[in-house]
């Protein structure tokens, strides 16, 4: 794991948000190219929770053609899989998350590493991280995550009541959507980087307009941890 001055990012996502995986991608790849040791703290976002409803693909779809379309870097593509694949819900997935946050399992540096592999899945592979199996598959892949510990601790029903009780303080004013970004300092921020908006209800036809992305937030982001580890030592 990953020594306890590692820097920590708070990261509030559903693992079915683009615009949270567009984010995360940013800051990932930004401290892969400073070789900078990076922690996120995931923190549950559930969207089918918030709106009682599986996130519809009809949303997730034009997200992903305008994200990847300016970030070809991310390597997604659109469901090719069968329609009856595509993922109803995330909730095993982010419960699979918390889980791995257990030492037995591999704890903060395994969730991390989890979640991006999950991420990757979905939107790159076309993984449906609705079941069990195939989140364990993808586990497996996974350097510091044991998928044996992994998989007895989601038989046990682990993760389920951390994913339901950041469901609820994600209700409080402080965590504005998906990504919420936290980190030391105060730092506090919704959907870093990202101007976009919807040209109408999603439902009736509107589209996505994606009007810009400024990627230079994560590197100051990673300038402010190493400002406030170098302070603190």
Not at 73 to 79: D, H, K, P, V
Not at 148 to 169: I, K, N
Request: glycine letters at 8%; aromatic letters at 8%; charged letters at 20%.
């Amino acid at each position: 794991m990953a020594t306890p001055s590692a820097p920590v990012v708070t990261v509030w996502s559903d693992i079915g948000c683009p615009w949270a995986s567009l984010a995360l991608h940013t800051l990932h790849a930004a401290a892969d190219r400073r070789g900078q040791t990076l922690l996120i703290d995931h923190r549950a976002f559930p969207l089918e929770l918030f709106n009682r409803q599986p996130t519809p693909k009809f949303i997730v779809d034009p997200e992903v053609i305008v994200i990847a379309a300016r970030r070809p870097e991310l390597g997604w593509r659109l469901w090719a899989a069968r329609e009856s694949e595509y993922p109803v819900t995330t909730l095993p997935a982010l419960e699979a998350v918390q889980a791995a946050k257990d030492p037995a399992v591999g704890g903060l540096r395994a969730s991390g590493e989890l979640d991006r592999a999950l991420r990757h899945a979905f939107y790159a592979e076309n993984a449906c991280i609705s079941v069990h199996p195939v989140i364990l598959d993808i586990a497996e892949r996974c350097a510091h995550v044991d998928a044996g510990a992994l998989a007895d601790a989601l038989a046990r029903g682990a993760g389920r009541s951390e994913v339901y009780e950041q469901w609820r303080t994600a209700q409080g004013p402080d965590v504005q959507g998906s990504p919420h970004l936290f980190a030391a300092g105060g730092y506090a921020v919704h959907n870093p980087g990202a101007t976009f908006t919807w040209t109408g209800d999603p439902a009736q036809g509107g589209l996505p307009r994606f009007d810009a992305y400024e990627a230079a937030w994560a590197d100051e982001l990673l300038d402010k941890l190493g400002a406030e580890r170098g302070s603190a030592s």
